[in-house]
Nanobody, 122 residues
Framework: QVQLVESGGGLVQAGGSLRLSCAAS????????KGWFRQAPGKEREFVAA????????AYADAVKGRFTISRDDAKNTVYLQMNSLKPEDTAVYYC???????????????WGQGTQVTVSS
């Protein structure tokens, strides 16, 4: 069982930035695909970004492309989501998750963090 703990959420004005972190409990974290998802109030959880085992493949949802950057630091067992030019519609609970295969399909992610709230005010 891999435990994931997100941090870095908070309240920010539109146009601002936040960096989310997701720390894993095991060194085997480097063997997984890492993803970020989000769930806004009253909406389904959706894909945000993913990065492959060695970082050779990265994917973003169209809604965040050009504004968000996913990265990883295997030495720290951590994956990051740098969020710039934030918009009110980015308000959501953000979750990190890991998968054994390269995918953006939520059901293929097997371990999840508890989520961190991001609120963007207009």
């Amino acid at each position: 069982q891999v435990q994931l703990v997100e941090s870095g959420g908070g309240l920010v004005q539109a146009g601002g930035s936040l960096r989310l972190s997701c720390a894993a409990s095991e060194r085997t974290f480097s063997n997984y695909v890492k993803g970020w998802f989000r769930q806004a109030p009253g909406k389904e959880r959706e894909f945000v970004a993913a990065i492959s085992w060695r970082g050779s493949s990265i994917a973003y949802a169209d809604a965040v492309k050009g504004r968000f950057t996913i990265s990883r630091d295997d030495a720290k067992n951590t994956v990051y989501l740098q969020m710039n030019s934030l918009k009110p519609e980015d308000t959501a609970v953000y979750y990190c998750a890991i998968s054994r295969i390269w995918t953006i399909t939520m059901s293929q992610y097997i371990y999840w963090g508890q989520g961190t709230q991001v609120t963007v005010s207009s």
